[in-house]
């Protein structure tokens, strides 16, 4: 009976030990079961297929806290693991000590000549173009492609709840503080300004706009009808065409005589007639040949 007992309990040693191996790896698998005194166990596993072996050589010591288990080199199959610092932005805020690109200082960027790029669900909204040439350090909001220092493909607002905005130009000069700025005002609606599609034509020419707000260059002058008529000899009065000014019956209209000297004839205006466009002017007497009537209509 004794004899019996021992070798019934060598079989149960033995096969408990099967139990352990068989969860603690798998060769049909290729995965690694690690566990302590619970049940649940912690896995490796291989690829199922294309796999080269290759080897990991762990770290000599223990790392400190915050450090990451990199590749520090690779020797044939064999990969050699180290501690490294890994110094990541955190989504919730960095502790940093300076801000900055030079030596042990910290910056959100690339290292190397590529652009940085933001997007914002999964679409690009904003790049630093950091490739070599003309446009490098450009920044383009809603273009890949920025063409100026600030290129924003889209519109701009420049909004202050409650205090106008300004849009301010700084002073060309190195040491400069003053700026040139421009700055809306209550408004009951809102007003767009198209600028003119040409540079001016001639100098002194002033930008005006229609009630649309459409811009265009144009002479002071041309806001003054004016011109110098010929009357009909023996008449005294004088229906003068101002086309191409359309004469206004709110218009200032002014007239003058060119007589000979020693004479004096006086000129009024007498009726405007907005439908035919021309201006009566009555003279103090009749006008000969050579005298004129100079006339200048300024609209209201």
């Known amino acids: ?125 904003l790049r630093i173009v950091g490739t070599a040439g003309p446009t490098q350090g450009y920044v383009g909001i809603g273009t890949a492609t920025p063409k100026a220092s600030l290129d924003v493909q889209g519109d701009v607002l420049l909004s202050n709840y409650g205090s106008a905005s300004l ?18 005002q209550a408004q009951a609606a809102d007003i767009t300004y198209t600028l003119p599609a040409t540079p001016p034509s001639a100098d002194g020419q002033v930008m005006t706009a229609t009630t649309g707000g459409v811009m265009s260059w144009t002479s002071p002058t041309n806001a003054i009808g004016k011109g110098r008529y010929t009357p009909v000899t023996g008449e005294h009065i004088h229906v003068i065409n101002t086309t191409p000014y359309d ?17 004096t004839i006086s000129a009024s205006v007498t009726a405007i007639d907005e439908t035919a466009n021309t201006i009566t002017v009555e003279t103090s007497t009749t006008l000969g040949p050579t005298e004129r009537l100079l006339w200048i209509v300024m609209g209201m």
């Open 1 to 125: 009976m004794k004899r019996i007992m021992r070798t019934t309990w060598t079989v149960l040693i033995l096969t408990a030990s099967a139990v352990v191996l068989s969860k603690a790896q798998s060769t049909t698998t290729g995965t690694l079961n690690l566990r302590n005194g619970q049940p649940a166990t912690v896995s490796l596993t291989l690829p199922t297929t294309g796999v080269t072996g290759y080897k990991m050589e762990l770290p000599a010591t223990i790392g400190a806290q915050g450090e990451a288990l990199t590749v520090s080199s690779v020797s044939g199959t064999t990969a050699t693991l180290g501690w490294t610092s890994m110094p990541y932005w955190s989504l919730s805020g960095s502790s940093i000590t300076t801000g900055g690109t030079g030596v042990g200082q910290q910056y959100i960027g690339t290292s190397n000549s590529q652009d940085l790029v933001l997007a914002a669900n999964a679409g690009e909204r």
């Open 247 to 263: 004469v206004k019956l709110g218009d200032v209209v002014l007239v003058t005589v060119m007589n000979a000297p020693g004479t």
């Open 167 to 184: 849009l301010k130009f700084q002073e060309p000069t190195a040491d400069g503080s003053n700026t040139t700025s421009f700055k809306a």
